[in-house]
Structure formats: structure tokens, C-alpha cells
Antibody, heavy 118, light 108 residues
Framework: EVQLVESGGGLIQPGGSLRLSCAASGFTFSTYWMHWVRQVPGKGLVWVSRINPDGSSTTYADSLKGRFTMSRDNAKNTLYLQMNSLRAEDTAVFYC???????????WGQGTLVSVSS | EIVLTQSPATLSLSPGERATLSCGASQSVTRNFLAWYQQKPGLAPRLLFYDASSRATGIPDRFSGSGSGTDFTLTISRLEPEDFAVYYCQQYGSLPLTFGGGTKVEIK
């Protein structure tokens, strides 16, 4: 059974940092492009970032302006998102998601809620 | 960036009725790499269609996807109670990946 399990969310003050993790199982993690997608509660889905299968290349949404860093450890089947200088508008559920080359995102985690508030 | 516009924002229908959801792209979607997802409250999105018209595993045949280029459609031929949800289109042919704003299919 494919599983993506996010962790690391929570309440953080504006300006703070948080690292999200996503533990993968049930598929060959090292062959998948991985993404982070966020969703403000009650709103739509917004793509955040992508990393290639071997972790050598990342791409981010322009709106992030260098505040977020995505990485992966294929030996541990784990994906990460380091989030710095957090703002109230970063409050959202963050999903990790997996995609094969030239295919849609077909694996999703259950999401972890990040709340940025003083 | 490819902007995806979904219409209508809300569709109020009764079980058994036909639902037609539209997704328009601001420019042609590369290789018609267009997906449709269903999302229910508190859950992750579920893949329905990819490559505009290929049904994902386990998706009932009352769902159909069509379109190419800049105009795409998701059709539910006869709504079942479990189909009332929010539906998103998404293009994965170019970065940044983009999603439409969603269409909520609600019970009339």
C-alpha cells in the first residue's frame, strides 16, 4: 500500500521556521518526482515546489522568494520542506505528493497543517 | 504560467442529474497533460483523469474527461451521492504546475 505521511506542522509565530517531513512507503520513492502542494482551509490547491528523483534539482513557486527549501533523502525514503521567515499568509495544509515522469501527481499524503500566528 | 479557469464555481444539482464542469487554459497545455481531481472535506485530492481523457484506476465510467489544447471538460453522467465534492483541474505539462480554482458540486 502506498503511503505518504507528513509531519512537522503546527503553530508557529510569524518570522519563525519549520521543517516538514514526508515519509514514503509502498513505492519506489527514488524514482518519483516529489512535490509540495498547499491549501488554505476552504480554498484551492497551490503548487509550492518540486524535486527530481535524485534530489539534484528543485523548482519553486515564484511567490516563495527563496524562503522555502525542498530536499529529499532517498536512503530514508523521506522528503523535506524547510520553511523560513514564515508569514500569516503561509497558513495552510501542506501536502506532499508523488509523480512519475510525464504522468500526473497520483500519490498524495494526508496533509499537515501549518498555522502562522502570534 | 498557465492559468486555469474553472466554471462554474458552484454547480447545484440533484442525484441522477448530469454534471458538466469546464476548465479553460490561458495557453495550450503541453501534450494535453491535464488532470482532474476530486476532493472531499478533510481529505487529499483523488486523481480522476490524466492526459485529459484517461481514466485513473478505479474511477467509475459515469465519469468522463475530454478536451484538448485550451478547453477541457469533466462530465459526470448521473450524479451519485458520493460524487458531491470539489473538483480541480491541473496541468502538469509545464512549470509551475497550476490548478484551477475548483468547481463545487453540491446537492440541490
Amino acid at each position: 500500500e502506498v503511503q505518504l505521511v507528513e509531519s512537522g506542522g503546527g503553530l508557529i509565530q510569524p518570522g519563525g521556521s519549520l521543517r516538514l517531513s514526508c515519509a514514503a512507503s509502498g513505492f519506489t520513492f527514488s524514482t518519483y518526482w516529489m512535490h509540495w502542494v498547499r491549501q488554505v482551509p476552504g480554498k484551492g490547491l497551490v503548487w509550492v515546489s518540486r524535486i527530481n528523483p535524485d534530489g539534484s534539482s528543485t523548482t519553486y513557486a515564484d511567490s516563495l522568494k527563496g524562503r522555502f527549501t525542498m530536499s529529499r533523502d532517498n536512503a530514508k525514503n523521506t522528503l523535506y520542506l524547510q520553511m523560513n521567515s514564515l508569514r500569516a499568509e503561509d497558513t495552510a495544509v501542506f501536502y506532499c505528493a508523488g509523480q512519475r515522469t510525464n504522468s500526473p501527481i497520483d500519490y498524495w499524503g494526508q496533509g499537515t497543517l501549518v498555522s502562522v500566528s502570534s | 504560467e498557465i492559468v486555469l479557469t474553472q466554471s462554474p464555481a458552484t454547480l447545484s444539482l440533484s442525484p441522477g442529474e448530469r454534471a458538466t464542469l469546464s476548465c479553460g487554459a490561458s495557453q495550450s497545455v503541453t501534450r494535453n497533460f491535464l488532470a482532474w481531481y476530486q476532493q472531499k472535506p478533510g481529505l487529499a485530492p483523488r486523481l480522476l483523469f490524466y492526459d485529459a481523457s484517461s481514466r485513473a484506476t478505479g474511477i467509475p465510467d459515469r465519469f468522463s474527461g475530454s478536451g484538448s489544447g485550451t478547453d477541457f471538460t469533466l462530465t459526470i453522467s448521473r450524479l451519485e451521492p458520493e460524487d458531491f465534492a470539489v473538483y480541480y483541474c491541473q496541468q502538469y505539462g509545464s512549470l509551475p504546475l497550476t490548478f484551477g480554482g475548483g468547481t463545487k458540486v453540491e446537492i440541490k
